[in-house]
């Protein structure tokens, strides 16, 4: 809609449709928008790819050219990203009303800012309790019966009721929660879960390389009973995400535990670094990770306890690989229709 505002405001006519099934596949589109002769189809993004994301966009832009030009809608395109984009085949729009609009016979441009709205320069909350209670806001779901209150989210966070309080309104300066009229907050789940997966640096501490013969499943099994603890060991990508939505064969298992893993007692082997190793064991600085309540899945019997499912997430964008980010879309999908 911001993108039809400027293109109005420049005097350019044009015609958007919502939400369009592709004629040629089984896509659906954001949008399709009509300027003359040209027809763009739109895929709105509430990130900007990283750099690796967009040179493995190009099955998803073939695909796109079969309905009409793609075109990007971003929430900020920098010139260096601007230039990217048009490199790659893409046409792209943002939300402070830059555009560069390619197609047969016709070409647009305007540059409003060449910087990043403030809203959006501003990082997520950082230090004690923060990260949990982003997570936890994230997977809050909108059909709860009631909004979570900054007493509940401390308690689950594990950290003091000014605490959360403090948090809470430094992202609602970033509008990405909203305060009821009884004292309850109302996150914007989808934006918030992009601005974590942005903003993550990551989850600290540690680093343990392995690899195992057994099957990766077999392997979380036997994790499962190491834990003296249940939730203390809990498992992530691929083998976290194969197991809430199964996507292919996992070929990487990222684990996170509070305390040392005796791997040799699981029939793991040390391996010579990151690249050789398809067992990586964290001990993580960010407790985050963990999730609250806890997350569990079923392999042959045994309770398998899971990592947060942001974390997840920003694991599969960490592992790399273009069937991982689609998984990763997939996941946030999952993230934002599932109850907590």
């Known amino acids: ?129 923060s990260f949990a209670i982003i997570r936890a806001l994230i997977r809050f779901h909108d059909g709860e019966d009631e909004e979570p209150s900054a007493t ?59 690899y195992s013969l057994d099957p990766l499943l077999e392997v979380a099994r036997k994790l499962a009973h190491v834990s003296r603890t249940p939730g203390d060991v809990v498992i992530s990508a691929d083998v976290g995400v194969d197991l809430i939505a199964p996507w292919r064969r996992p070929s990487t298992m990222i684990v996170y535990a509070r305390a040392p893993i005796d791997s040799a007692q699981i029939g793991l082997v040390a391996a010579q670094g990151r690249g050789d190793a398809n067992i990586i064991i964290r001990y993580a600085r960010d407790t985050s990770v963990f999730p609250r309540p806890q997350l569990v899945a079923e392999v042959r019997g045994v309770e398998v306890s899971l990592a947060d499912p942001t974390q997840m997430i920003w694991d599969l964008h960490d592992l790399g690989g273009a069937d991982r980010h689609e998984a990763a879309e997939v996941m946030c999908e999952w993230v934002l229709r599932s109850r907590p």
């Not at 896509?27 to 763009?40: E, H, L, N, S, V």
């Not at 929430?75 to 792209?92: C, I, K």
């Open 1 to 129: 809609m911001q993108l039809m505002e400027s293109l109005r405001k420049a005097g350019v006519l044009g015609h958007m449709s919502r939400d369009v099934p592709s004629p040629k596949s089984s896509m659906r589109f954001d949008a399709m928008i009509d300027i003359g002769p040209a027809r763009f189809v739109a895929e709105e993004r509430r990130r900007a790819p990283y750099p690796k994301e967009l040179s493995e966009m190009g099955a998803l832009r073939a695909a796109m050219e079969l309905a009409g030009t793609p075109l990007l809608v971003l929430p900020f395109v920098s010139e260096a990203l601007g230039e990217s984009l048009r490199q790659a085949g893409w046409s792209w729009a943002d939300g402070s009303g830059n555009y560069d609009l390619r197609a047969p016979g016709l070409l647009l441009q305007q540059r409003r800012t060449h910087t990043r709205p403030a809203s959006l320069v501003t990082a997520l909350p950082q230090g004690s309790g």
């Open 152 to 210: 509940a989210l401390a308690g689950q966070a594990g950290v003091t009721q000014p605490r959360a309080s403090q948090v809470l309104a430094q992202l609602c300066k970033l509008e990405l929660v909203s305060k009821t009229g009884t004292g309850r907050w109302v996150p914007d789940r989808k934006a918030l879960l992009d601005r974590f997966l942005i903003d993550y640096k990551g989850p600290g501490g540690s680093e343990q390389y392995l």
